[in-house]
T-cell receptor
């Protein structure tokens, strides 16, 4: 069983479109995250949810909106996609914020 | 606030040689420390972690790291590199407790020459 899964794995879309990425974890963790990894491999945290409540909301454009319907799911919706949004997006989960995180396989978003 | 510095964005070693990837951290409280590996087109995988106790920690794939408080370091080593070790490696630190969050370094790309 995959611990942290994301869909889709690849996403190619045009500027201005709206898209969503889904994430699910079956580890029973309370905390989930979204990261953006740029072409230089730099990992930037975007959001963190603990027990379905937002606890980290870094300075990302408000076109990005996370939604956590329950503790096992954290989805990312992106409005009005821009070229600069092209990156790999990773979902992760952990038992609590200070502990090790388990990462999904990533979603490669390409905006044309 | 905590921070992580990985010295060397790119390290190249020969197969069979020692692997040493450097990580220094800054933290106002006893840290939790982690090393992750990312193979091409994959997510990050936990290699090893230090929270408390023994300062030399062993991880998967023959890697180990030593927590040195006096040097604020947590360097990753492996005695003999394999071609399959070629990947991106990330060091991370948290301050523990319920409010701590992982802070990642910028990563070190390890290349292994035959």
């Amino acid at each position: 069983d995959t611990a942290v899964s994301q869909t889709p794995k690849y996403l190619v879309t045009q500027m201005g479109n709206d898209k969503s990425i889904k994430c699910e974890q079956n580890l029973g963790h309370d905390t989930m995250y979204w990261y953006k990894q740029d072409s230089k491999k730099f990992l930037k945290i975007m959001f963190s949810y603990n027990n379905k409540e937002l606890i980290i909301n870094e300075t990302v454009p408000n076109r990005f909106s996370p939604k956590s319907p329950d503790k096992a799911h954290l989805n990312l919706h992106i409005n009005s996609l821009e070229l600069g949004d092209s990156a790999v997006y990773f979902c992760a989960s952990s038992q609590s914020p200070a502990y090790e995180q388990y990462f999904g396989p990533g979603t490669r978003l390409t905006v044309t | 606030a905590q921070s992580v510095t990985q010295l060397g964005s790119h390290v190249s070693v020969s197969e069979g040689a020692l692997v040493l990837l450097r990580c220094n951290y800054s933290s106002s409280v006893p840290p939790y420390l982690f090393w992750y590996v990312q193979y091409p087109n994959q997510g990050l995988q936990l290699l090893l972690k230090y929270t408390t106790g023994a300062t030399l920690v062993k991880g998967i794939n023959g890697f180990e790291a030593e927590f040195k408080k006096s040097e604020t370091s947590f360097h990753l080593t492996k005695p003999s590199a394999h071609m399959s070790d070629a990947a991106e490696y990330f060091c991370a630190v948290s301050e523990g407790g319920s409010q701590g969050n992982l802070i990642f370094g910028k990563g070190t790309k390890l290349s292994v020459k035959p």
